[in-house]
């Protein structure tokens, strides 16, 4: 392979990987903060007990999500030099902004929520509890920001040329709230919030059918499948809000998830399918005119195709990003599905007569992390050949000194260091989950 493939292979390994934890750290925080705030209103000790044993979930969460973001920045700097010179003013900006507003507020109240239950009144700990949530969402703001600039640039001009070029900002608030910022702010966090319901949910459903901890995983699902369900709704509508704004700054991308060739014509929307790059053609079932309809509330009216564009400046592969923006949309919508079934049983009083409906839930935890990381993908993938969209190609952003040795000596090198880290989180999380949110052999609530 050469350095390029494998310096995006490099860098889409280690921020899937990372980007495992920080969706479960800001959903966690988000029941937390509900889970205490219950305690807080009722003074049942069992919502102190349900926020105590998650907050080492998520201690155990943070911690290495943090351990695999670090080598992120190494990255930018030995791999991709060229494009961290083009994109160091903006990157600067808002990832100076991430350590001052976001983890900053998240580390120094992380302290307080850990250590300082007997030590601080039950509000400024509860206050402590939102602050560390509040400091995960800032953090994903100011991360998505910079990512989002890379897909529709605003608020810069561009100083030099050649390798010597980079963007250098002239707007900061145009720079943050660029066109695809906030409808992908909110994407993501929905997204995390989802990972972190059905986390919750998995657990507490594996409780129930194991006969354990049953009263206190009763409230503790009941909760997480609120979350689930709102946000499994809205996250179709920031969805559908994100995809016309695709439509209009990235339509090659737009064209590429639902595999629209045609340069000005109206455009199916497949349920699924498989696309064919050099025939053109998209074998599965689809809806006649069903993007057209989304986009401009018209089946007849034209999408601009991916013939639209010279070949060098569509995605390169088209049935990839086709495959993954659809698997999210699968996922999604049997999120939906699932969240509403289960709700109206909640609603009937039979939310926990099922057994089979609690092993799906035990076993769908896998579910918001595979739409998150595939979701990624599309988006990514989508926007190829560019690394900052129609102005740095990907092919000019890598470092030219480094070799292709090197970059796949390290690949192997952070698989193996990532490999463990997994097996010690999975170990870890697992400990936590067989010794309960109580020791079931002595007093039914005694805080451990």
């Known amino acids: 392979m050469d350095v390029e493939i494998l310096a995006r292979i490099q860098f889409a390994f280690t921020i899937a990987f990372h980007y495992i934890y920080p969706p479960l750290s800001i959903g966690i925080g988000l029941i937390m903060v509900i889970m205490e705030g219950l305690y807080l209103k009722t003074g049942n000790k069992q919502y102190e007990v349900l926020t105590r044993f998650w907050l080492k979930i998520f ?49 120094a109240f992380l302290g307080v929520l850990l250590f300082g239950w007997n030590r601080v009144t039950p509000k400024v700990h509860f206050i402590s509890t939102i602050g560390v949530f509040l400091g995960s969402m800032f953090s994903a703001v100011w991360i998505v920001v910079a990512n989002s600039w890379q897909q529709t640039p605003a608020g810069y001009h561009i100083v030099g040329e050649g390798f010597n070029a980079r963007a250098e900002v002239t707007d900061f608030w145009a720079m943050v709230f660029n066109p695809s910022s906030v409808d992908r702010v909110i994407h993501v966090w929905q997204g995390a919030f989802l990972a972190g319901a059905f986390l919750v949910l998995s657990i507490h ?37 994100s995809a016309d704004g695709v439509a209009v700054n990235q339509p090659a991308k737009l064209a590429a998830m639902e595999g629209h060739y045609q340069k000005s014509a109206p455009a199916d929307l497949y349920l699924f399918g498989w696309v064919n790059d050099e025939t053109q053609k998209v074998t599965g079932i689809s809806i006649p005119g069903g993007l057209s309809f989304l986009v401009h509330q018209d089946f007849e009216a034209p999408i601009t195709g991916l013939n639209t564009f010279p070949e060098e400046d569509r995605p390169g592969q ?14 999604g919508l ?17 939310l926990f007569d099922k057994k089979w409906l609690l092993k799906i839930f035990a076993f769908s935890v896998i579910l918001p992390q595979i739409a998150n990381q595939v979701g990624w993908f599309a988006a990514e993938m989508g926007r190829q050949p560019w690394i900052v969209y129609g102005h740095l190609r990907t092919s000019k952003g890598f470092s030219q000194e480094v070799s292709a040795n090197q970059i796949l000596f390290s690949l192997i090198l952070f698989a193996v260091v990532y490999a463990i880290l997994l097996l010690l989180f999975l170990y870890s999380v697992n400990k936590k989950i067989k010794h309960g949110p109580y020791d079931e052999s002595k007093n039914e609530f005694e805080i451990i």
């Open 318 to 331: 088209v049935n990839a990003v086709f495959q993954f923006y659809h698997i999210m949309i699968s996922i």
């Open 59 to 107: 201690a155990i969460t943070f911690g290495i999500g943090v351990a695999t973001g670090i080598i992120m920045e190494f990255e930018f700097g030995t791999n991709w030099a060229v494009y961290s010179r083009y994109v160091g003013d903006v990157f600067g900006s808002a990832l100076a902004a991430e350590g001052l507003f976001a983890f900053g507020l998240e580390s």
């Open 334 to 350: 049997f999120l939906i599905a699932l969240t509403l079934y289960a709700s109206f049983l909640w609603w009937r009083g039979k």
């Open 205 to 241: 459903a594996y409780y129930l059918l194991k006969g354990r901890y049953v009263e206190i995983s009763k409230k503790a699902f009941k909760i997480a499948l609120l979350v689930a369900t709102v946000t499994s709704l809205t996250q179709l509508v920031s969805g559908h809000s």
